[in-house]
C-alpha cells in the first residue's frame, strides 16, 4: 500500500496524536483487526442483512400502498423510475464505497504505521462533499430535462404523468439521496455496522409512516412515495454526521480537511468508478428490458417491479453478507494480514452459499402464495410467477459475484471491479435481445440469468488471475 502522505502545504494540519496499535477489545475496530472470523462476520453482516432486509419488506409494503389504489399504471411508474434510482445510489456510490474501502485500508495499515490514520479525514470530507455536489449537479440537470427523461426511461404515454412526478420529487432529493448512500459506507468502513442498521431500519420505518400518510391519507400516489423516500433518506444523513461528530475518531466531513490531491482521488475514483459503471449498465439493461417488455402490456411491467420486490428479500440478505464483510476485507489487506483475509473471504463464501439455498429454496417453494399476497389480477399473476423464479434462480450465482467484487474493491484492485461492473451489462444487451427475438417474453424474462452466470464465470477467472497481485498488495502493506 502506498505510504504517500495525503496532506499538503495548504491543508490543516491534523495534530490528532497516533492511537495505540492495538483496538480495545470489542470496539469496532477489534471486530475487524483481532476477533474470531464468526463473531466479526457477525457483527458486521447480521446488522447490514437486517437492516437490508427491512428496507427490502418496505419495498414491498410501498408496492402494496400503491397497488392498493388499483392502477397498474402506479406500479409501473415505480418500475420505470427504478434504474434512475440506481443511478442516484451509484453517485453516493462512487464515492462512499471507493472512500470506504480506502479508510478501512487507511485503519489497518495505522496499526503498523499511526500515522496513516490521520489521513482519513481528508478521504472522509472529499467523499461526502464530492457526493453531495455531484448529487446536486445530477438532480439539476435532471429536472431540466425530466420530460426526455422520462421517455427514455421507456414510460408510454399513458404512464408519462405519474412516472413524470415521481421522477421528478425524486431528483430534488437526488444530493441527499447521494450523501446518505455515501454516509452508510463511511460509517460501515471503520467497522459500525449497528449504527447502519439503526439508520436504514428507522429509515424504513419513517418510510411507511410517510407513505401511509402521503397515499393513503393525502392521496398523493406516486408522487408521496418519492417525497416519502426522501425525507426519510434527509433523516438518514442527519443521524449518520450526528453520530460520526460524536463518536469518530478519525472521521470528518469538515470541508476544511477537502482535498482533491492525487492520494485521495485515484484510489476513491479508482474503486468508486466500477460502481457508477454498474448503474449506468443498470440503467441499460433496465431500459432495454422495460422497453422489450412494454411490448407485452402493462401487465408484464407491473408483475416485474412486484417480483423484483420479492426477490430482494433473500437477495438483500445476500448482500447484507458481500457488503458487510468489505470493511474486514480491506482492513485485513491494508493490515498485510493474509490469513485473515483469506479466512474471511471463505467463511463468507459459505455463508453466503447457505444463505441462498435456503432463502431461495423458500420462496421458491411458496411463490404462489407470496406473489398473490401483493397482486390479485391472473395475468399480472402468472406472468409474475415466472419472474420472480428467473430471479432466484440468478441470485444463487450473483451472491458469489458480490463477493468476488467486494474482494477486488476492499484489495484496490480497479481494473478488477470495473471489469465485474461492466460485464453483466456488456452481456445482457445482446443476450435480451436475442432472447425476445428467438423466444419473446420467456426470453426477455431469462435473460438476466443467462448473463449473471456467465458474469459469476469470468469473476473466477479474474480472481484466478489476480490472486498473485493481491499478494503483492499484501506483502507492501507489512
Known amino acids: ?18 492511537e495505540p496499535a492495538t483496538p480495545a477489545k470489542g470496539s469496532d475496530r477489534w471486530y475487524l483487526s483481532a476477533a474470531p472470523i464468526l463473531r466479526a462476520l457477525v ?7 437486517a437492516a437490508m432486509i427491512v428496507g427490502a419488506v418496505y419495498n414491498l ?27 442516484v445510489m451509484a453517485v453516493g456510490g462512487v464515492f462512499g464505497v471507493g472512500g470506504g474501502a480506502l479508510i478501512s485500508r487507511l485503519l489497518g495499515a495505522a496499526e503498523h504505521e499511526p500515522e496513516k490514520a490521520g489521513q482519513i479525514k481528508r478521504v472522509s470530507s472529499f467523499a461526502f462533499w464530492g457526493a453531495v455536489v455531484a448529487g446536486a449537479v445530477l438532480g439539476g440537470i435532471g429536472l431540466l430535462l425530466v420530460h426526455p427523461l422520462v421517455s427514455l426511461l421507456g414510460a408510454d404515454a399513458v404512464a408519462v404523468p405519474a412516472t413524470s412526478a415521481y421522477v421528478s420529487v425524486m431528483l430534488a432529493f437526488v444530493p441527499v439521496l ?38 393513503l391519507v393525502l392521496h398523493w400516489g406516486v408522487a408521496g412515495a418519492a417525497l416519502a423516500m426522501g425525507l426519510a433518506n434527509l433523516g438518514v ?44 449498465f443498470l440503467i441499460v439493461t433496465s431500459l432495454v428490458l422495460n422497453n422489450l417488455a412494454a411490448a407485452y402490456g402493462d401487465s408484464a411491467l407491473a408483475a416485474m417491479g412486484v417480483a423484483v420486490r420479492i426477490a430482494q428479500v433473500p437477495e438483500f440478505l445476500v448482500m447484507g453478507v458481500t457488503l458487510g464483510v468489505l470493511p474486514l476485507l480491506a482492513y485485513s489487506f491494508g493490515k498485510g494480514d493474509r490469513a485473515r483475509l483469506m479466512s474471511a473471504l471463505r467463511v463468507s463464501a459459505l455463508v ?18 407470496v406473489f398473490s399476497a401483493f397482486v390479485s389480477d391472473p395475468s399480472v399473476l402468472a406472468i409474475g410467477v415466472t419472474i420472480l423464479t428467473a430471479q432466484l434462480v440468478a441470485m444463487i450465482v450473483n451472491g458469489f459475484t458480490g463477493l468476488l467484487t467486494s474482494l477486488f474493491q476492499a484489495t484496490g484492485l480497479a481494473t478488477a471491479a470495473i471489469v465485474m461492473s461492466m460485464a453483466q451489462g456488456v452481456l445482457f444487451v445482446p443476450i435480451v435481445l436475442l432472447g425476445d427475438l428467438w423466444f419473446g417474453l420467456p426470453g426477455i424474462i431469462w435473460s438476466l440469468t443467462v448473463s449473471e452466470g456467465i458474469v459469476f464465470v469470468v469473476g473466477v477467472a479474474i480472481w484466478l488471475l489476480s490472486r498473485r497481485a493481491i499478494d503483492r498488495g499484501l506483502a507492501e502493506s507489512r
Request: proline share 6%; with cysteine; hydrophobic share 55%.
Open 1 to 18: 500500500m502506498s505510504t504517500t502522505n495525503l496532506s499538503t502545504p495548504a491543508e490543516p494540519t491534523d495534530t490528532t496524536p497516533p
Open 43 to 49: 457483527h458486521l453482516c447480521v446488522p447490514m442483512a
Open 61 to 87: 409494503i410501498n408496492a402494496g400502498f400503491i397497488g392498493s389504489v388499483h392502477d397498474a399504471t402506479l406500479l409501473a411508474a415505480i418500475t420505470f423510475g427504478t434504474p434512475l434510482l440506481g443511478l
Open 178 to 215: 447521494a450523501a446518505a448512500f455515501c454516509l452508510e459506507q463511511i460509517v460501515r468502513a471503520e467497522g459500525a455496522a449497528r449504527q447502519v442498521m439503526v439508520a436504514l431500519i428507522g429509515s424504513a420505518v419513517a418510510n411507511v409512516v410517510l407513505d401511509a400518510l402521503f397515499i
Open 237 to 280: 444523513v442527519v443521524y449518520f454526521v450526528v453520530w460520526l461528530q460524536r463518536h469518530s475518531e478519525h472521521v470528518s466531513l469538515a470541508p476544511r480537511w477537502f482535498t482533491l490531491s492525487p492520494a485521495v482521488l485515484k484510489p476513491v475514483f479508482g474503486v468508486g468508478a466500477g460502481e457508477l459503471l454498474q448503474a449506468s
Open 352 to 369: 453466503v452459499g447457505g444463505i441462498v439455498l435456503l432463502s431461495a429454496g423458500g420462496v421458491f417453494a411458496f411463490r404462489d402464495q
